[in-house]
């Protein structure tokens, strides 16, 4: 085990080295704390959705670490009874690429591919958590999503993303002002691990002329019983009959949204699979249980403007509470927007996540783009 009490002045005098070149993982000459790349957005990203079984409190977390620029930061986010409270931190990377903590937000691997433990510590926003997320589905290795001859600027090697995915089961309390409640039989999640460069990292003044990347077209996160949707696959659980995943392709949407804020509030899908079956599935968003990811820092904060990987500041920690029930507040939230939903297909009825980019969602249908329309 790695003495994760040891500050990073203990290694200082060491450097390359780091505490994980004692483990035999290496996969280049270099030291693990060493990056593939020089490229100032590489990032390591974690994240996480999850849920009570009435789909009444709502977590989001997620972290990211950035060799190159010295930056970890983390977010958390929890949603009940109409409150939107989000943490974040910040802090100096330092060596030891191991520690996840940062400030209260303090996940640790169990198991890799297995077990993970999420922990948010008290502060001074009044949310807490102690989670354990067991993995229930087969992950699959994500090949690079790139291009090698269409980078931005032209002429420049296309940004890579790559990791793996998956659902699991949930145990464990969420406390919001002194009130814990229990997630227990029922609860669930999904979460993902990433890896690569770009996606936004850095904001406006690393986006070398490109798109500021807060996803394309959104998402869905459905655990079924039998077989799991997870953006443009199919996952199974563990010793399922199906090796590997399953491709989907470009959906059909059929979407209604609150007429107000221009946000998602329901929706009718057809998922068209590489094998030629089509699967619908019918989307109801459970009340205001949204999880605004513009407060995790995807697109910038919404009252700091502070992107993944662009704050270079002091370690820090910060937060606030939005009143969901206030028009105002909702619409200046939107952005990437991950939706609590019950979820039906073939008479099958589940709780699952829906994201939108809202309003761009909302514009999509009224332009006609094809494949988007209303409900």
């Given amino acids: 085990m790695i003495d994760l009490t040891i500050g990073d002045d203990f290694f200082a005098e060491q450097f390359p080295l780091s505490p994980l070149d004692d483990f035999m993982i290496h996969q280049t000459p270099d030291p693990v704390r060493v990056s593939w790349t020089g490229d100032p957005r590489a990032y390591e990203r974690y994240w996480m959705i999850a849920h009570d079984a009435a789909g009444e409190v709502m977590v989001a977390t997620g972290g990211s670490i950035y060799p190159n620029l010295d930056r970890a930061e983390a977010y958390a986010v929890v949603v009940r009874d109409g409150k939107h409270t989000s943490v974040r931190s910040f802090r100096p990377l330092g060596v030891d690429r191991a520690d996840l903590r940062v400030g209260p937000i303090a996940p640790q691997i169990i198991r890799g591919l297995?077990?993970?433990?999420y922990v948010l510590e008290p502060n001074e926003q009044g949310i807490s958590w102690d989670l354990t997320f067991t993995d229930t589905t087969r992950q699959v290795f994500r090949e690079p999503l790139s291009d090698s001859a269409h980078g931005t600027p032209p002429g420049r090697r296309n940004d890579v993303t790559a990791g793996f995915e998956g659902f699991g089961t949930v145990s464990g309390w969420v406390e919001v002002d002194g009130e814990r409640v229990e997630l227990g039989e029922g609860s669930a999640g999904t979460r993902d691990r990433h890896w690569g460069t770009g996606r936004g990292v850095g904001g406006p003044a690393l986006s070398?002329?490109?798109?500021?990347?807060?996803?394309?077209?959104?998402?869905?996160?459905?655990?079924?019983a039998d077989w799991t949707l997870w953006g443009d696959r199919v996952y199974y659980p563990f010793g399922h009959v199906t090796p590997g995943a399953t491709k989907v392709l470009k959906p059909t949407r059929r979407l209604r949204f609150d007429p107000d804020t221009q946000v998602f509030v329901e929706g009718v899908v057809d998922?068209?699979?590489v094998t030629g079956e089509t699967r619908q599935l019918h989307y109801e968003r459970i009340g205001e249980q949204t999880a605004y990811l513009r407060c995790g820092?995807?697109?910038?904060t919404p009252d700091?403007?502070?992107?993944?990987?662009?704050?270079?500041?002091?370690?820090?920690?910060?937060?606030?509470t939005y009143d969901l029930t206030d028009l105002r507040q909702r619409i200046g939230l939107r952005?990437?927007?991950e939706h609590l939903c019950r979820v039906t297909c073939d008479g099958e009825t589940v709780i699952g996540v829906y994201q939108t980019i809202d309003p761009v969602a909302f514009e999509a249908c009224t332009a006609g783009r094809p494949g988007w329309d209303f409900l």
């Fill in 114 to 117: 297995r077990e993970w433990r």
């Fill in 304 to 320: 700091g403007d502070i992107h993944q990987g662009s704050y270079d500041g002091p370690a820090m920690t910060e937060g606030e």
């Fill in 335 to 337: 952005g990437l927007d």
């Fill in 208 to 224: 070398l002329g490109g798109r500021l990347h807060v996803g394309t077209n959104g998402n869905a996160f459905v655990p079924l």
């Fill in 297 to 300: 820092m995807y697109g910038g």
């Fill in 271 to 273: 998922y068209r699979l």
